[in-house]
Structures are given as C-alpha cells and as structure tokens.
C-alpha cells in the first residue's frame, strides 16, 4: 500500500523587507520535541523516526540539523537529494509512507525536510521493526503494543474478535439471564429477548461463534486468562491469607469485593437513629470504582495477572496495561482526558448492566469519595507492564497494627480528633468516641487521660450524667 502524505507547512516565516524574499526562520530557537526531530545527515535513522511520527501523530524530521537546532557546517543539499530520500523511504517501509520533502533555509543554509502526517492504518514498519513517539524519542513497540495499535486504526478491540477455541456450550445462559435482569432494573424500555438474542444483538456472539468478550463475561466455567492474585499480607513478604479467582467478569468483581472486606475493618456510628450506620476502613463505594475499573481496562493479551494487596493500612490494586499514550497520570488527576476503553465490548456490557455510570468519571468519583472520608487522596500510577492505584486508611490511631500491641503514646491526629468530636457533643461517650474513631475503648481512654494531663480536656461532673469541656475554648 503506498499513500501520498503532505502536510500544511507549519513554520513561521519573517519577511526580508530588503529583498522582498520570505524565509524559513525560525521566530524562537529551534527544538527536539513530539514532533520535530534533527539529523546531521540523512541514514536510517531518519526513518526510523518517520515511522514513529507515522505511528503517532505525526511530525518532520530536520535534516542537516545538529542537536542544537544550528544547521551543520559543510552540509550540502543536492538537487536530486530529497527525491532520493523519499525512494529509500519508500522501499524502506511497510506500509509505504512516501513524505512531503522540502528544503528549508536555516540561517543561510539550506537543510532538508521531512514530514509526515499519523498513518490511517498502523502500524508502520521500518525493517520489520515498529516504533512510537514518546517525548522527544522513539521507543520500539513491544508485541502488545502493535496488536492494540492496529485494532485501534481500525476502531475495534481485542474482546469484539471471535474465540476460536470457544463454543456456545462454554457459555452459561443463567448467567446472561441475570445480566437481562441487572440491565432492565429501573428502565422504562427493558430488554425483552432471548439470552441468545441478547448476545447477538450486543455482538458478543457473531455467526452463532463467541468473542473474545463472550467469554469473558458470561464463561460457564474458570477462566483463567481473567485470574486475579488476592492476599492479606501482615508485611510485604508475609501473607496472611490468600485467594485467586478465575471467574467471569461479573462474578469477580463481587468476588474481589467480598474478599477485601473480609480483611478490613468495620465500625458503627452512633447517629440517633433506630439503626447504626456501618463505617468502613475505606469508603467501599470507591474500593468498588477501581476494582470494576480494573476488570473492565486490563490488558487480557497479557500473560501477567491482576493483584489485590490488602496490608494493615493501605492496599495496592494492580492490573496489566498502561495508561494509554495520550493520556497522563496528570492529565487523569485534572480529569481533562476523553476515556479510552481497551475492551470496548466489556465496558458497553457492563454499562448496560449499570456497573459503570458514566465513561472517563470513575477516577474523579474515586478521589472525590477519600476526600469526603478524610483519607489521603489515592496514588495512581504507570508500574511495570500495568497500572497501579495504592489507597491509604486512617494512620492516625495509638495502635500497633503489625504487632496488634498498644504503644502507649498518644497520637496526635487521634487526640485531635477526640477534641473536635467533643466540641461537637461535650455529652459523647467512650463507647461512641470507639465507635467514631474505630478504635478500642482502652485507646480512647488512654487518649482522654493524657488530654486531661496535658490540661487540654476537663471533665465536668460524674461519669454517668456529666460532660466533658475542651479547655482553651
């Protein structure tokens, strides 16, 4: 396949009011960057950056150029140069990209360039190589890489491609009847077809032959491309309890979640009402937003699994598969990005089954739901070959969580605490304070008693019937 590319001129031009003559100079100095790379002469090298600006989002290559944006001193552009330039290019990739080539005066001294616009169908290759632009370098593709480049040209994803080693038997149509249901709570048009029907019309079976996501969401039995480690660990080598579930999507989430509350802790607090209102360790809403995050974005090519970490007061969730390139972790955090679903057919399924919301909102919800918990805000990061969100619990408590001993001293973020809840209601109790704190009565008494010492809390009238008052206020 041979494709012409040109591309709009995008240097900035500064008339010669003397000779009338426009040139090619440069306004602010030049520079290496996403799209503009140099080269002292014209070699391979110069192709292989063409690809990677092919198989990104476009860029030129300067040739005749020094690191400095200076044009090299005795390059000569020949009259026949850039026609060459482009026939090596030429035959020297695949699919053929053939660049707009211009000759460029740059400070008196004619360079060469070379530009090239994103290929319509990635990815390029250069010597049987691929390459990408990341910065102001390329980066070689990893086997991934080019499989998610080349679904992405043509606007599809892995998961919508047919199994060929899985049949309609491998399904569980239980298991799509729930789904049915799930999905039709609350709708004023619910689904009313068959489960085979269903799946067709969600294109999860095509010709009666099942995808990728088929499978994945509605499997009868383990799946083990979808395997997710789970472990309760006392330290970063020690666990104390572990699981690894190999279920279809739906059922993991509920699977991790149950998992993860077993090893957290619970309190109530007391609000008045009839019924006492559950506090866990971590908001839960949260905790479900990344773990449907989690299954819904994973790299299944991967040959790696997903984590769950559970330690005494922090957990670590990680999955295979990078953020994608045009999105970063700060560009996340502000939430200015348009969300990318690397498996298209589970994500629509499971916003059908109203687990996600609304697209590209869950991180802001995640940080959204600490802040109002008085958590630290969660870590969110690139690791490895995947993704990694570390959430954090309330440290600030007198109890040794490793050795589940007392330690004896009074923790200032607790004693605060204890101030402001007072000032609230000077009438609380102990066992409410325990309750609001999470933590043990011995601990709130232990706290109260150094306040008293330090001469910060006063205790008005007897145990029973009195009230407690925050000297200084």
Known sequence: MIIKISEIKQYLWISNKATKDNTYMPKTSLRED????????FTDAVIESLTAFANSSGGRVLVGVGDGGKPVKGFMLGSESLQKWVNDIKNKTQPSIIPDADEMDLAGTKVGVLSVKEFPVKPVAFKGRYYKRVNNANHQLSLTEIADLHL??????????????RALD???????????????????TPLTDDPLTVLTKFELIKDSQVTNAGFLLFAKNDVFQAAIELGRFSTPTSIKDGLTVRSDLFSEVEEVLGFIRKHINKGYIITGDP??????????????????????????????????????????????GHLPDTITIAQLLADEYSSYSRNRKVAATFKEAQLIEKYGSGIRRIREAFEQYGLKAPKFENFQHGFRVVVYADT???IDRTSGKTSGKTSGKTSGKILAYIRENPDITIPELSLLLEITERSVERNISQLQKDNKLLRIGPAKGGHWEVIGD
């Open 170 to 188: 491998d399904l569980s149509l239980d298991k799509v009847v729930k789904f049915i249901e799930k999905s039709n709570q609350g709708k004023e």
């Open 396 to 398: 600030a408590t007198d």
């Open 34 to 41: 996403q799209h503009t790379e140099f080269k002292s002469s």
């Open 275 to 320: 019924q006492r209102e559950e506090r866990w360790q971590y908001p839960m809403p949260a905790l479900r937003e990344i773990v449907i995050n989690m299954i819904v974005h994973r790299d299944y090519m991967s040959s790696g699994d997903s984590s769950v970490k559970i330690f005494d007061d922090y957990i670590e969730f990680f999955n295979p």
């Open 152 to 165: 992405r040209s043509f606007n599809t994803s892995w998961d919508s491609y047919i199994n060929p080693d």
